[in-house]
């Protein structure tokens, strides 16, 4: 059973920036699809940003030059930088693993979430 | 970019059957996800490749997807159903695509 802790979240005035970690137990980063998604209050699910297996990214259109997602392989972690910090940009950030290794797969473990406030 | 609709809300009672839609272009040619999430809770998957079901599921919860809607099937509804459902699919015009979620409420 895996486990995904993110922190790094609190409260950022508008411009400013983050870092979120996602320590990852039960499966190793390196050989894995791992995702953020972010929820804004009230609102749905969105994909910001993808690292697959051979370390290629991808990020949602509203992040991209701002956003930067990592790894570090030996700790197991994955990263979320995040810079010039809009309003938007508030919600819980959910580390996530894409099953399979493939695009068209599921998001099947997810962690418990941080909150990022833009305010 | 690809866009999924869903109904904002669907009600239903206890041991009667839900039926919850999620609507886009030749979603039949996509694989389907579906998520529940209850309030303040992270997501959890229900049903993936359209009517799989992970381990720990009720076999309540089903799924199928052809033509341009997907649906989340869940049988002899229970008060602990009550949650928001939200399916996806990844397409490459849209990037890994959520619907906007449907409120299950049990009566």
């Known amino acids: 059973e895996a486990h995904l802790v993110e922190s790094g979240g609190g409260l950022m005035h508008p411009g400013g920036s983050l870092r979120l970690s996602c320590v990852v137990s039960g499966l190793p980063v390196r050989i894995n699809y791992m995702a953020w998604v972010r929820q804004a209050p009230g609102k749905g699910l969105e994909c910001v940003s993808v690292i697959y297996a051979d370390g290629g990214t991808s990020y949602t259109d509203s992040v991209k030059g701002r956003f930067s997602i990592s790894r570090d392989t030996s700790r197991n972690t994955v990263y979320l930088q995040m810079d010039s910090l809009r309003v938007d940009d508030t919600g819980v950030y959910y580390c996530a693993r894409i099953a399979g290794g493939g695009n068209s797969s599921p998001f099947d473990y997810w962690g418990q979430g941080t909150l990022v406030n833009v305010s | 970019s690809y866009v999924l609709n869903q109904p904002p809300s669907v009600s239903v009672a206890p041991g009667k059957t839900a039926t919850i839609t999620c609507g886009g272009n030749n979603i039949g040619s996509k694989s389907v996800h579906w998520y529940q999430q209850k309030p303040g809770q992270a997501p959890v998957l229900v049903i993936f490749?359209?009517?799989d079901r992970p381990s720990g599921i009720p076999e309540r919860f089903s799924g199928s997807n052809s033509g341009n809607t997907a649906t989340l099937t869940i049988s002899r509804v229970e008060a602990g159903d009550e949650a928001d459902f939200y399916c996806?699919?990844?397409?490459?015009?849209?990037?890994?695509?959520f619907g906007p979620g449907t409120k299950v409420t049990v009566l």
């Open positions: 490749y359209d009517n």
């Open positions: 996806q699919v990844w397409d490459t015009s849209g990037y890994y695509v």
